[in-house]
């Protein structure tokens, strides 16, 4: 649905919007510019939506992430902004939250979901990038010599 997906913007970043209840939508046309155009009064008929996303794709394409964050963050018209895993842990939702802890200086999502009534048990440090990558490739079938020009390759360590 054009009202309920993820948009690619000018910087090729991505943005998301789930505007599904109709004070939502309305609010999410009235921001886009879309509020007197009729095709887009169709919002939960399916044989629209291809060409509504496509309407929406291009309009998202307009502007960077960071702009569309300006004119949309903080209204009703349930917007995120898609992060990278470098920029989530400093998003400042997630700095609140709590979401993400420092694990043996690998920053990574926090347990979830979080009980007041149950102790929560931080995450024991991950294993090393390519400790494992022998045993999953020989579990694959790939022999010493295949596993080696892999390596050579850079295609894992």
Not at 52 to 80: H, N, P, Q, Y
Not at 110 to 120: E, H, I, L, N
Request: contains cysteine; hydrophobic residues 40%; proline residues 7%.
């Amino acid at each position: 649905a054009h009202f309920y997906n993820t948009f690619e913007t000018k910087d090729g970043k991505w943005v998301s919007i789930g505007s599904i209840e109709p004070q939502f939508y309305a609010l999410l046309r009235e921001k886009l510019g879309l509020a007197d155009r009729s095709e887009f009064d169709a919002q939960m008929s399916p044989a629209h939506w291809g060409d509504l996303k496509r309407e929406l794709e291009a309009i998202f394409k307009t502007k960077t992430r960071d702009e569309w964050r300006a004119l949309l963050e903080g209204t009703d018209v349930c917007f995120g902004p898609v992060l990278s895993m470098k920029e989530a842990p400093a998003y400042p939702h997630n700095k609140a939250r709590e979401t993400f802890i420092d694990v043996g200086g690998v920053m990574q999502p926090a347990p979830a979901p979080r009980f007041s009534a149950s102790a929560q048990h931080a995450p024991t440090p991950p294993r090393e990038t390519g400790a494992d990558s022998d045993a999953i490739l020989r579990a694959l079938g790939r022999d010493a010599d295949a596993i080696k020009a892999l390596k050579d390759a850079g295609v894992v360590r």
